[in-house]
């Protein structure tokens, strides 16, 4: 055996060396610890300060952090997802820009661009930063014209079902249109200019009669609400931006009203080209779905658990069809979209101007037997307990 020691000759300075970093390492804290509690109040670094400095890190981030002491956390991605670039990481801190979000950078430098500054929560089949929905705003006396429309339809009209859960005279969903005069380009021969597709009686409201009527075959119990918004808005001299503000009390009454309501839906149609609001299934046309979340009232969370489990469901039974969920709030946006009156509200985005009623219908049915069996399950499960 050679008399050669097996240990390297310099394991004692590395020892040294990692031993000497590992101490100057906790003396730098307790003395960054005794800066930070001994000067006067007005230097140190607030909470809201750290909080703004951290808010623009992925969530992931702090996430991979803790799943160093604990692999519990690790389970929350899956597997071999890789560990978020700190250089990344740390340009967000630094700019507020993000890498792969170009809208960070715009938004800070075009003005009146943040507007469209929406958080996509899940994202549907196809859906980025490129085609969020977003809602045309024409002058009010625009929406108020009085247009030419043509109404075909091959699709039929709801059928009767046999159900052995019935709600009976209980009215516990609601739907209203806050925007309910936009229409549709190909019932309108008159108009190419998508800003301008709206129409007195042939509009989203359609699309709420026709869901109310599916979700009736089904033993569920549905009102539409039938007061004209547009010509609210024009009866109190608001502009169309108020439509939200103008529907409030429209929803208020409707509630002190009818104490049965449960759910209510306000129905949309997107500004989006039919490229994006179109998805084929099983040989048929539908007018894709979104929806859209509010997140400046204390209800987000429960509204955004309803969205999240409906667009889980019909992706299940109809793939493609929901765009995913997205909130909006902050300066520039409604941010409430009169979802803090009920922990089962929603607003729900339905096509775009270039789909038509066939489209938007079977879209309507579609999410009434998807809503029927989230529904019935529930109640079920409340019935056990």
Aim: proline letters at 5%; zero cysteines.
């Amino acid at each position: 055996m050679s008399s050669k020691s097996k240990f390297p000759k310099n394991r004692p300075f590395r020892f040294y060396k990692k031993g000497g970093l590992y101490l100057t390492s906790v003396i730098v804290l307790f003395l960054l610890i005794g800066l930070l509690t001994t000067i006067q109040p007005a230097y140190r670094i607030s909470s809201g300060t750290i909080t703004k400095w951290t808010n623009d890190i992925d969530g992931s981030v702090f996430l991979h952090l803790l799943g160093m002491e604990n692999r519990a956390f690790n389970q929350a991605f899956p597997e071999e997802t890789p560990l978020p670039s700190w250089s990344s990481s740390l340009f967000q801190v630094a700019t507020s820009i993000k890498p792969k979000d170009p809208r960070s950078l715009l938004g800070n430098e075009i003005p009146g661009f943040s507007i469209y500054d929406s958080q996509i929560l899940i994202a549907g089949e196809g859906t980025d930063y490129t085609n969020l929905p977003y809602e045309s705003s024409p002058p009010l006396e625009e929406v108020l014209k009085d247009r030419e429309a043509i109404v075909e339809t091959e699709e039929d009209d709801v059928k009767e079902e046999e159900n052995s859960q019935s709600t009976g005279d209980r009215k516990v969903v609601y739907i209203y249109n806050s925007h309910n005069r936009e229409s549709f380009l190909p019932h309108l021969p008159d108009v190419n200019d998508p800003d301008l597709a709206h129409h007195s009686k042939v509009n989203i409201t359609m699309v709420s009669d026709r869901l109310a009527k599916s979700l009736e075959a089904k033993g569920i119990g549905a009102e539409v609400e039938e007061k004209d918004i547009g010509n609210l808005l024009d009866e109190k001299g608001m502009e169309y931006w108020q439509s939200y503000e103008a529907s409030r009390g429209v929803v208020q009454e409707a509630f002190a009203a009818n104490k049965d309501i449960q759910f209510s839906f306000d129905l949309h149609r997107d500004a989006l080209n039919r490229k994006h609001t179109t998805k084929e299934i099983k040989g048929k046309d539908y007018a894709r779905i979104i929806f859209v979340v509010g997140e400046d009232h204390p209800k987000f969370e429960k509204n955004l658990q309803l969205a999240t489990e409906l667009h889980y469901l019909i992706e299940e039974k109809y793939p493609g069809l929901s765009r995913g969920v997205l909130r909006k709030g902050g300066s520039g946006t409604n941010g409430i979209f009169n979802q803090d009156l009920s922990e089962n509200a929603l607003l729900i985005e339905f096509g775009g101007p270039e789909n038509n009623l066939d489209e938007m219908y079977r879209s309507a049915d579609a999410f009434a037997e998807v809503f029927s069996k989230y529904y019935w399950d529930a109640e079920s499960v409340e019935g056990d307990s």
